[in-house]
Every structure is written in structure tokens, then in C-alpha cells.
């Protein structure tokens, strides 16, 4: 694209982070203690390698939104619209998109971590 730096899904995800309160990787245990649910969207094809992040509820992308909207006959017994509900995906891009679509259905508490599962493990190393 010629005459702008920023790509369209730049914008998108800069759009989408707008109303996140996204959570840093240090301040993820406190918010498991407080309740939050830890949602690992990583395909297996990442976490076998990278490793499993302790504690998560893991939930492939792709059936994501029905398996946490409130409404859904097809959600999880831990999906509830006032959980406070944080996406982990490798790196927090994803993550992010992710959030945003969950609280479109809903999940009026999704949001997402920082860096995301790498930033994580990169934390705790």
C-alpha cells in the first residue's frame, strides 16, 4: 500500500485492543486468584512444543465463540457473561482479535495477555 505504513489489519487490532483491559503476564496469577478464567486458544501445533500454560481451559479458535457465548447451547459450564475471561495465544495478536468477537457475543469481561503465552514463559524462565 502506497502512502501508508499501517496495514488495514493494523488497524484492526489497534481498533480492537481500544476497549480491552489487557492483562501483563506478571499480573496473570493475581488475576487467577481473583477468579478470572485462563483460555489457551493456541492450535496444539504450538502448544506441544511451547508447552501447556498451567491452569488454562484450552479452546481451539474455531469454536471459540460457541463454546463461551452465554447463550450458546454449546458453551462451556465456565462460560459465564460477567467472568472476567483472558485469551492467551502465542504472542497476543490473536488473543486480541479473539476478545473483541467474544465481547460482541457477550462475554462483556474478555480480554487478553500481553505478549501472550510467549511472554509468559518468558517471565517465569
Known sequence: MQGSSESAVDRLLEEARRGLDRVEPEDL????????LVVDIRPSEMR??????????VVDRNVLEWRLDPTSDARLPEA??????????????ASSLAAETL?????????????GYRAWRDLSD
Not at 496469577?29 to 478470572?36: I, P, Q, S, T
Not at 506441544?48 to 481451559?57: Q, S
Not at 459465564?80 to 495478536?93: K, S, T
Open 29 to 36: 496469577a493475581a488475576e487467577v486468584a481473583a477468579g478470572a
Open 80 to 93: 459465564d457473561a460477567d467472568r472476567r475471561v483472558i485469551l492467551v495465544c502465542n504472542e497476543g495478536y
Open 103 to 115: 465481547r460482541r457475543v457477550g462475554v462483556r469481561r474478555a480480554t487478553d495477555l500481553v505478549g
Open 48 to 57: 506441544v512444543p511451547e508447552g501447556a500454560l498451567p491452569g488454562a481451559l
